[in-house]
Antibody, heavy 118, light 110 residues
Framework: VQLVESGGGLVQPGGSLRLSCSVS????????MKWVRQAPGKAPEWLAF????????WYADSVKGRFSIARDNAKNSLFLQMNSLRAEDTAVYYC????????????WGQGTTVTVSS | QSALTQPPSASGSPGQSVTISCTGT?????????VSWYQQHPGNAPKLLIY???KRPSGVPDRFSGSKSGNTASLTVSGLQAEDEADYFC??????????FGGGTKLTVL
């Protein structure tokens, strides 16, 4: 079971990035998934949720309207489209397998770093 | 919603026990039995240690235990080992599909 994030990097304020999470060892069709980020020196923060039905999505208020979560079942992958990026979006971004029953993330990726700076 | 409060650091000698606290409010830790604990070694992915306050996923040693009293949850690491040196953070369900996290505690094995 492995999650591998990619797509992070340096982007200017107002710019966009698309993060990917490649999943192996299980099918994302049977699991809920989340994106979580951790800014330097701060607590982690959940950003987005994607349900097993492929259509249910929830977002934290801090990213609602700017970020969009999606999944490609054929590629067994999860994505996070990030628009209108701000300096405060600078963080390590993780994808994680989420258990709705226990409200916990039982598998995490190693993260990809996003830096928003001019 | 504010983050859960954890001490920034904790320490203990090999073989000792250490307890890390995670304080929230009646709207999160105190209101739901959905507290989780994670271990993270530098550069590695977080690992789930405890879920639903006291439950351990398979493969997690029983040296790790969780508890809750009121608005404070705790993680106890018994029989400290060198490999337990890591960052630990808690999370709690806070209603309305919201999860909040603690700021993390760096555990040092002396």
């Amino acid at each position: 079971v492995q999650l591998v994030e990619s797509g992070g990097g340096l982007v200017q304020p107002g710019g966009s990035l698309r993060l990917s999470c490649s999943v192996s060892g299980f099918s994302i069709t049977t699991y809920n998934m989340k994106w979580v980020r951790q800014a330097p020196g701060k607590a982690p923060e959940w950003l987005a949720f994607s349900g097993t039905d492929g259509t249910t999505t929830w977002y934290a208020d801090s990213v609602k309207g700017r970020f969009s979560i999606a999944r490609d079942n054929a590629k067994n992958s999860l994505f996070l489209q990030m628009n209108s990026l701000r300096a405060e979006d600078t963080a390590v971004y993780y994808c994680a397998r989420f258990s709705y029953a226990s409200k916990s993330m039982d598998v995490w990726g190693q993260g990809t770093t996003v830096t928003v700076s001019s | 919603q504010s983050a859960l409060t954890q001490p920034p650091s904790a320490s203990g000698s090999p073989g000792q026990s250490v307890t890390i606290s995670c304080t929230g409010t009646s709207g999160d830790v105190g209101g739901y039995n959905y507290v989780s604990w994670y271990q993270q070694h530098p550069g590695n992915a977080p690992k789930l240690l405890i879920y639903e306050v006291t439950k351990r996923p398979s493969g997690v040693p029983d040296r790790f235990s969780g508890s809750k009293s009121g608005n404070t949850a705790s993680l106890t690491v018994s029989g400290l080992q060198a490999e337990d040196e890591a960052d630990y953070f808690c999370s709690s369900y806070a209603g309305s599909n919201n999860l909040i996290f603690g700021g993390g505690t760096k555990l040092t094995v002396l």
